[in-house]
């Protein structure tokens, strides 16, 4: 069963996630705060948690932060601040997805299931059986990682998933539409922020130069291509 741990100072919010979430037979924690929320993801290990930005005793973009310095787990952001740039902050510190308040509950599980599933270890074997290689790392898409220097690098679900989503198109162009709605689910085509962010952390990842990549290019108003 799938556990959640949703972290929200407003108790009604937090009272209509339990509810809607233990319906559809989720296991759910709750805290309303950011220190609480760290004691909770490390003693109940969640499959996916939403969180709040605005908590009372710390940002919430400290507690994604705090959280990815151990854990790969999903993180979906539930929060009022609209801007752009909160939102880049956000996705730059380690968050998979963001959903704005007020938010549409059905929107919000639809978003909480892509995350789930993007970070769902990958099925079976035959063309999962690929090891991909560079001169500076290396990608293998079964065991689903990725080794730079004789070291893991520790990547999110989503990044991962635009990894491989690259890797496995390697040399062709995959448009920015597509990758959205690879990566992040059909209801996304237009968020291209998410992409300069997440492209410019894989890079700063894997690349030896992160500012004149070769293996990760954009096609500047098209796309990205993965290049060996």
């Known amino acids: 069963m799938t556990r959640v741990l949703v972290v929200d100072d407003e108790p009604q ?6 509810i809607n979430l233990k319906a559809r037979k989720y296991e759910v924690d709750a805290a309303g705060d950011g220190a609480r929320a ?11 948690i939403v969180l709040d930005l605005g908590l009372p005793d710390m940002d919430g973009v400290e507690v994604i932060k705090g959280l990815r310095g151990w854990t790969r787990v999903p993180i979906l952001v539930l929060s009022a601040r609209h801007s752009s740039d909160e939102k880049v902050e956000a996705l730059d510190a380690g968050a998979d997805d963001y959903v704005t308040k007020p938010f549409g509950m059905d929107e919000l599980l639809a978003r909480l299931r892509a995350a789930v ?11 999962d059986e690929v090891i991909v290689e560079t001169e500076g790392f290396t990608v293998d898409l079964a065991a689903k990682k990725a080794v730079r220097g004789g070291r893991d690098v520790r990547l999110t679900p989503t990044e991962w998933h635009l990894l491989e989503v690259l890797v496995r198109n390697g040399g062709k162009l995959v448009g920015q539409k597509q990758l959205l709605q690879e990566v ?16 410019a952390q894989l890079r700063r990842k894997l690349e030896a130069d992160p500012s004149h990549p070769r293996h990760f290019i954009t096609e500047p108003g098209m796309g990205y291509r993965f290049e060996r």
């Open 117 to 127: 599933r993007r970070a769902e270890p990958l099925m079976g074997a035959g063309e």
């Open 13 to 18: 919010i937090v009272r209509a996630l339990v």
């Open 38 to 48: 760290l004691e909770l993801a490390a003693a109940r290990h969640p499959d996916v």
């Open 184 to 199: 992040w689910g059909p209801s996304y085509g237009t968020e291209t922020n998410y992409l300069r962010v997440y492209m």
